[in-house]
């Protein structure tokens, strides 16, 4: 409220009562910046500014790259968890931006079990970012983050790439149509790419002008 109302259109009393006090409510109209014409040329410019959609670039993962892993002090799992990893997964060309959003933009972060990408960077005032997946859906991501696994799989389930706790098994996404940010499961813990984003521009990360 004021904006949006949540009422039960089965219960025709509560309905009509809404509706009365939305018709005698004075509300300022608000626009978010991302929907007016500004904001869409800002995106506009943003994409073909940056982005280079004629020249065929083939990733890698890095020999050395950035990275901060903070875990707890008491953690006596074979699993060191990396709560904020940061940092640049692909074979950078000097100045060139390789990928939109730009790599640079990602943050990886483990969910909890029962836990989605989506909600998992929420918690870090992030957003998941889908395109990032194919760059940690790789082995080297567990042995580079410090996953200890006793076996790594790659299976077709929109909840990859992931870990299973009770098992000690890893897991890669086999199909990359499948990549999802809003799956969650009990047994799993998920990697989730996530990234910063501008304030009323989602779809731009804050270095991304």
């Known amino acids: 409220k004021p904006h949006v109302w949540t009422v039960d259109y089965n219960n025709t ?7 009365r006090t939305i018709s005698v409510t004075k509300v300022e109209p608000y626009l978010p910046y991302e929907f007016t014409c500004e904001g869409m040329l800002e995106r506009v410019h943003a994409y073909i500014q940056h982005q280079d959609l004629c020249e065929t670039v083939f990733l890698t993962w890095p020999q050395n790259y950035s990275r901060h892993i903070s875990s707890p002090a008491n953690n006596t799992s074979r699993l060191v968890v990396p709560q904020n990893v940061t940092g640049h997964p692909w074979s950078p060309n000097a ?18 079990t029962a836990q989605s990408c989506t909600n998992a960077c929420q918690e870090h005032g992030l957003i998941c970012e ?3 997946f194919q760059f940690i859906n790789n082995k080297l991501v567990f042995e580079r983050f410090q996953f200890v696994c006793d076996s790594i799989e790659s299976e077709a389930n929109h909840l990859y790439p992931a870990f299973e706790e009770i098992a000690q098994d890893c897991y890669l996404q086999k199909q990359v149509l499948l990549f999802s940010c809003a799956g969650h499961h009990p047994k799993y813990r998920r990697f989730c790419p996530c990234r910063d ?10 270095g991304c002008l």
């Open 197 to 206: 984003f501008r304030k009323e521009q989602v779809a731009l990360c804050k």
């Open 13 to 19: 009393e509560e309905l009509a009562a809404v509706v």
């Open 95 to 112: 100045n060139k931006l390789l990928r939109w959003p730009p790599v640079s933009s990602m943050h990886l972060h483990v969910s909890t």
């Open 130 to 132: 889908p395109t990032f």
